[in-house]
């Protein structure tokens, strides 16, 4: 299994970017498929996940600008960023938690290689 994300990039406050993640392999199913980011000197963060079913989660400092989505049938996943700001600088990382095989062997977690977001004031 693997993921490949693409879309980063620089903009400058105020503008939008969409990242996409595409997970490859004999893959049934993922449970859940997030984005991530760390900014330099500090810790990896949770930026928006989405479950196999309904429903999204956001961070406080993602809701209302970043949207999160995904098409199951493509093991794929994306974050519309808006209104972007000089701190949401960072490597944004795709994540796929909970994934399945179609013999419905279980593989584990894993991350993307990670895409640099850079906001300028």
């Known amino acids: 299994v693997q993921l490949q994300a693409s879309g980063g990039g620089s903009v400058q406050a105020g503008g939008s970017l969409r990242l996409s993640c595409a997970a490859s392999?004999?893959?049934?199913?993922?449970?859940?498929m997030g984005w991530y980011r760390q900014a330099p000197g500090k810790q990896r963060e949770l930026v928006a996940a989405a479950p196999r079913g309904a429903g999204t989660h956001y961070s406080d400092s993602a809701e209302g600008r970043f949207f999160i989505s995904r098409d199951n049938a493509k093991n794929t996943v994306y974050l519309l960023m808006n209104s972007l700001k000089p701190e949401d600088t960072a490597v944004y990382f795709c994540?796929?938690?909970?994934?399945?095989?179609?013999?419905?062997?279980?593989?584990?977690?894993?991350w993307g290689q990670g895409t640099l977001v850079t906001v300028s004031s």
């Open positions: 392999g004999s893959i049934f199913s993922i449970n859940v």
């Open positions: 994540n796929a938690e909970g994934v399945y095989s179609y013999g419905g062997v279980y593989y584990g977690d894993y």
